[in-house]
Antibody, heavy 117, light 107 residues
Framework: EVQLVQSGAEVKKPGESLKISCKGSGHSFNLYWIGWVRQMPGKGLEWMGIIYPDDSDTRYSSSFQGQVTISADKSISTAYLQWTSLTASDTAMYYC??????????WGQGTLLTVSS | EVVLTQSPATLSLSPGERATLSCRASQSVSSYVAWYQQKPGQAPRLLIY???KRATGIPARFTGSGSGTDFTLTISSLEPEDFAVYFC?????????FGPGTKVDIK
């Protein structure tokens, strides 16, 4: 069974840094693109960027270029999303998801990030 | 970048009724149009991909259609568990864009 398991909810202060994770199992994690999706409270889905864990080829949507860093460690089947300086506008649910042949076919359970002073 | 719009924003229907959800692209897209269902507190779930193919385990009451810039998701007879938000999505290589969603709620 394909699973993407994300790290737990986070509460951070503005200016702090953060790295959240997404661990895959049940499939050849390294051979599928893994994307990150932001969903702000009560809003829609925004595609942030994507990484191919086997060679760490990474692409960013224009809205998120320079705002976050996507990385992966293929030895432990894990992808990451990180921020160096959080702001209140980063408050959202973040999903990792697998980009398979049918499309975005498997999703993590989501990581809720709250940034508040 | 392709922009997707969905209509209506909210669809109020009763169980057993037919739901027709629309997704329009700002330019012609390939057949890589997909539909997702999201319930409160849950991750989205893939329903339809390549415009008309049902994902594994998706009931036959969900049907996708369309081409070019206009795509439709039809739910033939709403079940209680179908009341949710539905997003369309298109894909061009690695770049994915989502529509803003249609909420199907109980009338």
């Amino acid at each position: 069974e394909v699973q993407l398991v994300q790290s737990g909810a986070e509460v951070k202060k503005p200016g702090e840094s953060l790295k959240i994770s997404c661990k895959g199992s049940g499939h050849s994690f390294n051979l599928y693109w893994i994307g990150w999706v932001r969903q702000m409270p009560g809003k829609g889905l925004e595609w942030m960027g994507i990484i191919y864990p086997d060679d760490s080829d990474t692409r960013y949507s224009s809205s998120f270029q320079g705002q976050v860093t996507i990385s992966a460690d293929k030895s432990i089947s894990t992808a990451y999303l990180q921020w160096t300086s959080l702001t209140a506008s980063d408050t959202a649910m973040y999903y990792c998801a697998r980009l398979g042949e049918p499309g975005v076919d498997f999703w993590g359970q989501g990581t809720l990030l709250t940034v508040s002073s | 970048e392709v922009v997707l719009t969905q209509s209506p924003a909210t669809l109020s229907l009763s169980p057993g009724e037919r739901a027709t959800l629309s997704c329009r692209a700002s330019q012609s897209v390939s057949s890589y149009v997909a539909w997702y269902q999201q319930k409160p507190g849950q991750a989205p779930r893939l329903l339809i991909y390549d415009t008309l193919k049902r994902a594994t385990g998706i009931p036959a009451r969900f049907t996708g259609s369309g081409s070019g810039t206009d795509f439709t998701l039809t739910i033939s007879s709403l079940e209680p568990e179908d009341f949710a938000v539905y997003f369309c999505q298109q894909r061009s290589n690695w770049m994915v864009t989502f529509g803003p969603g249609t909420k199907v709620d109980i009338k």
